[in-house]
């Protein structure tokens, strides 16, 4: 039974790929280029820095003029965070009521992390980043730590993502992966599970389902 949950932050937790794609198209706008959204959805769904290279070579646009889009796109959220993803505070809570831990995997800096989630009123149990100086997914190092510093079983343990690196770094740290994708933008994974809500992660840790 699936007691304890590991967290990616942006994508899952924090909804931040609406605005992200609309950066890097707005990118390609303003210099005469054209592409959907939802193009540029299927892009970030594999890695940010995928789909800049991707855009900048097939519209000739330098990959930097993507990369300040990305960074001033964080520094706004500093002033005016992403929303929450729908069901994520209340589903904390409840695993949180049932026994388990919340805990946060992530390559945003830990600052930065921290403050996102105090904005938005989403309490984890704790957290690691890259920048305490861990390798980036899909090395699942992160993963490791946080299961010897709180003496987890990993058979009691579930990681939530929505990038295939995601699901490798925890499948590769023995824990049981689930992919939240949306249908506009499924991605090519390994995920044990996949969901396109947060409300489908209940029925895998027996929580009752959501209020309507």
């Known amino acids: 039974m699936y007691r304890h949950v590991f967290w990616d932050l942006g994508g899952t937790l924090v909804d931040t790929y609406p605005a992200l ?7 390609v706008a303003a210099r005469g280029g054209h592409v959907g959204v939802a193009e540029v959805a299927r892009l970030t769904r594999r890695s940010t820095g995928e789909a800049i290279e991707a855009l900048a070579a097939r519209f ?16 706004s959220w500093e002033r005016t ?7 994520a505070a209340d589903l904390l809570a409840e695993i949180r009521a049932a026994g388990g831990l919340n805990l946060v995997v992530t390559h945003r800096d830990r600052a930065s992390a921290t403050a996102l989630l105090k904005g938005l009123g989403l309490e984890v149990d704790d957290l690691v980043s890259t920048s305490d100086g861990h390798p980036r997914k899909p090395d699942p190092t992160m993963y490791r730590l ?6 987890l079983d990993t058979g009691e343990c579930l990681a939530v993502g929505d990038r295939p690196l995601d699901a490798t770094a925890a499948q590769a740290a023995g ?3 689930v992919m939240l994708e949306s249908p506009e933008a499924p991605v ?3 995920a044990r599970y996949s969901v396109t809500t947060l409300a489908g992660v209940r029925p895998l840790l027996f929580l009752a389902a959501s209020p309507a």
């Open 60 to 75: 000739g646009i330098d990959a930097a003029a993507f990369e300040r889009a990305n960074a001033e796109l964080k520094e």
């Open 81 to 87: 965070p992403p929303p929450a993803m729908a069901g």
């Open 146 to 151: 946080l299961v010897e510093r709180h003496g």
């Open 188 to 190: 090519d994974d390994d």
């Open 175 to 177: 824990i049981d992966a």
């Open 21 to 27: 794609d609309a950066a890097l198209a707005g990118v």
